[in-house]
């Protein structure tokens, strides 16, 4: 039976969204570190955990109105810092910068402790069923900015 303190999806925070994460074998590679392309995987459930908690549901907008609404990463920058290794966990924090028009910015770190791994700036476009670029409803963009 599950904690009614815990939520899988993590939690809002003052500092964005927290979401914990522990770190397996299948993470690693040879050398036990974390392989770099899994952080991006830690970075996308910190993604939509968040929308989750603020109450978007990313497979409901496909079908919300008759043009859709998807969300796709347009460019990441990502720095370094520092490894993680098996069994560590790790907490994925998640906020938006900016919300409107036809992207997202949001600001994602992935830290051990109060440890800082990595930090990443993510650019999220916002397009219709089609691929075609939509703007981002003024009620969705004004959600995405919600502070706690």
Not at 6 to 14: Q, R, T, V
Not at 90 to 118: C, H, N, P
Not at 121 to 129: E, M
């Amino acid at each position: 039976m599950a904690d009614k303190g815990f939520s899988i999806s993590g939690e809002l925070a003052e500092e964005g969204h927290r979401l914990l994460q522990r770190v397996y074998y299948e993470d690693t590679d040879f050398s036990g570190l974390v392989y770099h392309a899994r952080y991006l995987h830690f970075l996308e459930r910190g993604r939509t955990d968040y929308l989750r908690c603020l109450g978007v549901e990313q497979r409901e907008l496909i079908n919300a109105d008759e043009e859709g609404l998807v969300f796709v990463v347009h460019r990441m920058e990502i720095d370094f810092k520092q490894p993680a290794r098996m069994d560590d966990i790790l907490t994925v924090l998640t906020r938006t910068e900016k919300a409107g028009g036809a992207k997202m910015v949001l600001s994602q770190e992935i830290r051990r402790d109060e440890v800082v791994l990595i930090a990443a700036k993510v650019i999220i476009a916002v397009i219709n069923a089609k691929g075609r670029p939509r703007r981002l409803p003024d009620s969705l963009a004004k959600q995405m900015l919600i502070e706690v």
